[in-house]
């Protein structure tokens, strides 16, 4: 028997109609929802990706602002910017397309973006309100896969979830919204011992590693609910993730495909967690 496949492009489609209705309405109040992106440098992948969040603001009526820097630019630069954007009302969420070039502190530009529109969901007044269990902003990607196992019907409380990966903006918020739901969560790194006993022990996993095709069949549990989170380049040009994907799909009971799975649901909960922000402008 082969997995059900999640498809993160119908489900998107289908939040984004949502999406544009409450849009129409909220710009039909006088609130035009605005989402500021903010590129410095020439990586390819983050100019696809930045042109993907506008290219989703417009189909969904919201109003985008992109700001594109020389990789060299003085920081100072664009904290001024962000600065600015903070002030403007007509702004409601602002992002800056990481990596940022090693001249740059990171950690303080994500600060530097004001806590009430930071729709990326990584200040860390948004990371505390996540762990406290009330979240402002969730950040996107592991929001998105949150969505996707509401869309599956996979019984959360009590499940056994194994996450790939510590990062801060998919490893860590992912095992708190999965704990807020009552999940028994392992998280895996780099260092973890004999990762496939835990990825076997499953009934949710979820993959967001950076690493091709790591996840096989053998690590999967019978019947699992599978998510993958990576998106890797092959030799070849085409794109995959850190599941593979022909082996783990003759053993998962849902999972998700790469590209088409959890990638298009990220750049629909950033509309969602920018549409939010323009409401609660209102309130
Ligand atoms: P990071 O590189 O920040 O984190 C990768 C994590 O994987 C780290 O915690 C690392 O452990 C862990 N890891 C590395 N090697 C192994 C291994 N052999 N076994 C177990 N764990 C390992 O990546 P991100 O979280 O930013 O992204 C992960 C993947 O998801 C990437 O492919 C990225 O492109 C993709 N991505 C996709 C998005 C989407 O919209 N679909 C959005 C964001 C990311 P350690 O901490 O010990 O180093």
């Known amino acids: ?28 109040r006088g609130v035009q929802p605005c989402l500021a992106v903010i590129l410095v440098g020439e990586d390819p ?9 506008v290219a989703g603001c417009e189909k969904t009526g919201m109003r ?6 020389a990789p060299d630019v003085d920081p100072a630069v664009v904290f001024a910017r962000i600065a600015e954007l903070n002030a403007d009302p007509a702004v409601h969420g602002i992002l800056v397309q990481l990596p940022l070039p090693r001249h740059f502190d990171s950690e303080a530009v994500l600060e530097a973006i004001a806590p009430e529109k930071d729709v990326d969901g990584f200040h860390a007044e948004n990371i505390g309100a996540l762990m406290q269990g009330n979240p402002r902003f969730i950040p996107c990607t592991p929001y998105g896969v ?26 860590k918020p992912m095992a708190m919204l999965l704990l807020a739901q009552s999940c028994t969560v392992t998280v895996c790194h780099s260092q973890s011992k004999d990762l496939a ?16 095709k790591m996840i096989t069949g053998d690590m999967i549990k019978p019947g699992a609910t599978v998510i993958d989170v990576g998106i890797n380049r092959l030799p070849d040009g ?33 509309l969602t967690n920018t549409l939010e922000s323009a409401e609660r402008t209102l309130k």
């Open 197 to 212: 006993f835990h990825t076997r022990r499953a009934d949710i996993l979820v993959a967001a590693v950076g690493k091709a």
């Open 64 to 69: 985008s602002i992109k700001d594109v820097y």
């Open 146 to 171: 949150m969505k996707m196992l509401e869309a599956g019907h996979v019984p959360l409380k009590g499940a056994e979830a194994v996450i790939v990966g510590r990062s801060n903006i998919v490893g």
């Open 238 to 270: 085409k794109l995959c993730g850190d599941v593979d994907f022909e082996s783990a799909k003759e053993v998962a009971g849902l999972i998700t495909p790469v590209p088409g799975g959890v990638g298009p649901m990220t750049i629909t909960m950033l």
């Open 1 to 28: 028997m082969t997995a059900t496949i999640l498809d993160g492009n119908a489900l998107s489609a289908h939040l984004r109609t949502e999406l544009a209705g409450r849009v129409a309405a909220l710009t039909a």
């Open 45 to 53: 992948a983050s100019a696809v990706y930045v042109r993907n969040k």
